[in-house]
């Protein structure tokens, strides 16, 4: 019976040394707050590391643009369903959202030296007025960015005053523009040079992608501002 007394308190000193350990394990250690015990609440699959989220700049481009450059980013209409769609530094200048589109061309008229939208116009290439076009690109001021974006029929109502004037803006492509072609272009007043920013896909029953359609383009990239416009 003397023996029960120390028994007794070896058996208490050997359970709050199991105690203490137990305790030490699920609480991750000293210090270490209470990773252990969170992770017995924790999905294995919730302690996956996400991807991280590919970073998109201005108009969704991949990379930023250089100082002193506009960043933009063109889809024209897909068949005669989806509208075009123009964006400048972040700023939809033209889209079926802003209900500013329209069958034709879909041009937007920028400041090339503060980026401002000066006016943006949907012109109907198979049933409107070709001379509307002309009075709105005639007058342009030296140094005035011309965003186009075709939507279903960009050309049968085209003639050659309206060819030759964007191609003094910089297009290759607006002299063999075509029924039902898709078209995106950039161009300038007073370029001296055909512009970079410009694609062009012919209306072939053979290559389209919609029945009666070529496919849409998109075009981004970072266009150069103007050192002066007047």
Not at 80 to 101: A, F, T
Not at 212 to 220: F, I, K, T, V
Request: aromatic letters at 8%; proline letters at 6%; charged letters at 25%.
């Amino acid at each position: 019976m003397r023996l029960a007394g120390p028994l007794r308190i070896v058996a208490l000193v050997v359970t709050v040394g199991l105690t203490w350990i137990v305790i030490s394990i699920l609480l991750g250690g000293p210090g270490t707050g209470f990773p252990r015990i969170q992770q017995l609440f924790t999905s294995p699959g919730s302690s996956v590391t996400a991807e991280p989220r590919a970073r998109k700049y201005k108009c969704g481009l991949p990379q930023p643009c250089p100082e002193e450059h506009l960043a933009f980013r063109m889809v024209s209409g897909a068949a005669n369903v989806i509208g075009p769609k123009i964006c400048l530094e972040d700023k939809m200048l033209m889209s079926s959202v802003k209900d500013n589109v329209g069958r034709g061309l879909n041009i937007a008229l920028v400041n090339g030296v503060s980026g401002e939208l000066i006016e943006a116009r949907a012109f109907d290439m198979w049933a409107g007025d070709v001379n509307d076009l002309l009075k709105f690109i005639r007058p342009l001021h030296e140094g005035t960015l011309v965003f186009v974006a075709s939507y279903d029929d960009p050309a049968t109502k085209m003639n050659e005053e309206t060819r030759k004037l964007f191609g003094e803006l910089g297009s290759r492509n607006a002299k063999e523009l075509a029924f039902r072609d898709s078209w995106v272009f950039v161009g300038a007043k007073g370029v001296q040079n055909k512009s970079p920013f410009e694609q062009h896909v012919k209306n072939s029953k053979h290559t389209n992608k919609y029945e009666g359609w070529p496919e849409a383009l998109e075009m981004e990239g970072c266009i150069p501002r103007r050192s002066s416009a007047s």
